[in-house]
């Protein structure tokens, strides 16, 4: 098959490559979002773009491709595999193709539908991620099921540990239904509506850690938000001073997933208190604590908890925000 690949980010680059080596199928051509100017500065070019000067495959970055249909027919494709691409595609663009489009998502479907599937079922407590090959519909990430592939998640692996797992595995799914597609044998199965649910783009706001939460809830949405927002919380270091100084109020950041303890101390506190500031950071939250190891404040570098706790005067008793 002639394939267009559509992708950008890291999460699309296994089954790039995989579709770019394979005996059976050409990709003639890359297509990827052009590089974005964020406050004056161009960032750098997408891992997808990076891979395709790699092997060879030629480049293609309009700003939307929806813009661009008659642009694509020229290539004549069989199929377009889209992944982490990060457009909505036509009905135009979809019918530019023999086989119309593909798309690996980073979930198992209809479950966590958007851009950042494996943050949310993290987020949520999920402890099996999976992908799923769709044909693609103008609807987002709603298109008929054809192949789903999962994998056990751990408590001590985060969102940055699950997606190049998670990408690996999708690769020779995608192999699969192309040969499937070839060979007239390829099925699917519509999705239940009823049992979709979204995960919409992470926000920077995100990431602030709630105390009333569980301890389970604190350390999931660590994870889940690694390596970006990140999470954080504040401490006010002198409570009850009006207006609040913004020198007295720090920004920290965890840089360990939080240990739920499974012998918490028995001090009763409001969720938010710090009930040890020693070898590590004990806080308790609205149902168990949580541990931190080492910690770092806004715009400082990464601490252990021994050492912020004695330059900056942590205390047992006192309150997180």
Request: glycine letters at 8%; one cysteine or more; charged letters at 20%.
């Amino acid at each position: 098959m002639k394939i267009v690949m559509m992708g950008c980010g890291p999460f699309a680059v296994p089954v790039f490559r995989a579709l770019a080596q394979s005996k059976k199928h050409e990709v003639i051509l890359l297509v990827s979002q052009p590089p974005r100017e964020i406050k004056g500065r161009v960032q750098p070019e997408s891992p997808m773009v990076t891979t395709a000067k790699e092997l060879g495959v030629p480049i293609w970055t309009p700003d939307r491709i929806n813009n661009h249909v008659e642009e694509l027919r020229t290539y004549n494709p069989d199929i377009l595999v889209v992944c982490d691409f990060g457009q909505i595609l036509s009905p135009d663009v979809l019918a530019s193709a023999k086989f119309g489009g593909l798309n690996l998502h980073g979930s198992l479907l209809p479950k966590y539908r958007g851009a950042a599937p494996i943050n949310w079922a993290i987020l949520k407590g999920e402890t099996k991620l999976g992908v799923t090959v769709i044909h693609l519909t103008p609807q987002l990430d709603a298109g008929p099921v054809v192949c789903q592939a999962s994998m056990d998640v751990s408590a001590d692996q985060t969102a940055q540990d699950v997606e190049p797992l998670l990408a690996q595995l999708g690769a020779p799914l995608v192999e699969k239904v192309l040969d499937a597609l070839e060979d007239g044998t390829c099925c699917c199965e519509t999705q239940l509506e009823g049992e979709a649910t979204r995960a919409p783009k992470l926000k920077k706001c995100d990431g602030k850690i709630d105390w009333t939460k569980s301890a389970v809830e604190i350390r999931d949405l660590y994870r889940a938000l690694e390596p970006w927002p990140q999470t954080h919380f504040f401490w006010n270091r002198k409570p009850g001073v009006e207006p609040v100084n913004p020198n007295n109020l720090l920004r920290l950041i965890p840089r360990s997933i939080p240990q739920v303890l499974d012998e918490p101390i028995d001090a009763p506190a409001e969720p938010g208190t710090v009930l040890e500031a020693s070898d590590r950071l004990v806080v308790q939250t609205g149902a168990g604590q949580v541990a931190f190891t080492c910690i770092q404040p806004a715009g400082k570098k990464c601490m252990d908890i021994p050492s912020f706790c004695r330059g900056y005067g942590l205390k047992p008793l006192d309150r997180l925000e």
